[in-house]
């Protein structure tokens, strides 16, 4: 998506050759046209799938996400990363090791919103190695309902998540893909 990557040189900052900042239009501040665009794109890639609902990762797969739900006409839900006092103990749980703050979490779902006739498409806005992405699939599997795709904002295509994702079998599409972050620069990957 070139109105993305252009985004990502402009405004993306490089802290380190695994880190890619973006707080000033997806993490933080938050671009509402190019998260409408984003919404788009997502909505016409897996347009094909029979999306009944889109599940994301609080808090910052909810921008894209939402816009995505808003585009196919479904419900979003995300997924918490602590327990609330509020969710109750009827939930999913997953443990998911997170990638920026190097510590494992709990993440949850009310049971409440998922079923197993649910077809499911997972948004968020990273992917690295994986982790966050195979713990919201694991919770849709746990609800007996279908993955039927994982979309990511951007992809670190020099990391191992998409080769796990796709060892899993699920379909996965990336907005942006990241060859590599070395020397302070953002290169691109081709689009698959
Ligand atoms: P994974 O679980 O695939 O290892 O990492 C994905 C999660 O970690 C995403 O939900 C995202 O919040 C965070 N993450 C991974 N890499 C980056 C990065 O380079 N920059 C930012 N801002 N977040 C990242």
Redesign the pocket.
């Known amino acids: 998506m070139k109105q993305l990557e252009q985004k990502i040189l402009e405004a993306g900052i490089v ?1 380190n050759e ?6 000033s239009f ?2 933080h501040q938050v671009d509402p046209q190019l998260m409408l665009s984003i919404g788009q794109a997502f909505a016409s890639l897996f347009e094909a799938e029979g999306i009944m609902k889109v599940l994301t ?1 609080e808090s ?2 909810i921008a894209p996400a939402v816009m995505a739900a808003l585009q196919m006409n479904v419900p979003l839900l995300f997924a918490r990363k602590r327990k609330s006092l509020t969710l109750g103990d009827d939930l999913y749980m997953e443990k ?5 703050k190097q510590e494992e979490c709990e993440i949850t779902v009310s049971r409440k919103f998922l079923s197993a006739e649910d077809r499911v498409l997972i948004i ?12 919201l699939a694991r919770i849709v599997e746990q609800a007996g309902a279908q993955v039927a795709g994982i979309g990511i904002v ?1 992809e ?1 295509a020099f ?1 191992p ?1 998409r080769k796990k994702l796709n060892e899993h079998g699920y379909l996965v599409h990336a907005l942006a893909r990241i060859a590599s ?1 070395e020397n302070g620069k953002v290169t691109f990957a081709a689009e698959i």
């Open positions: 802290l695994n880190v890619l900042k973006v707080d997806l993490n990762l910052s797969g998911v090791y997170s990638f920026t968020d806005d990273f992917l690295a190695n994986g982790d966050a992405a195979i713990g951007i670190k990391q998540g972050l």
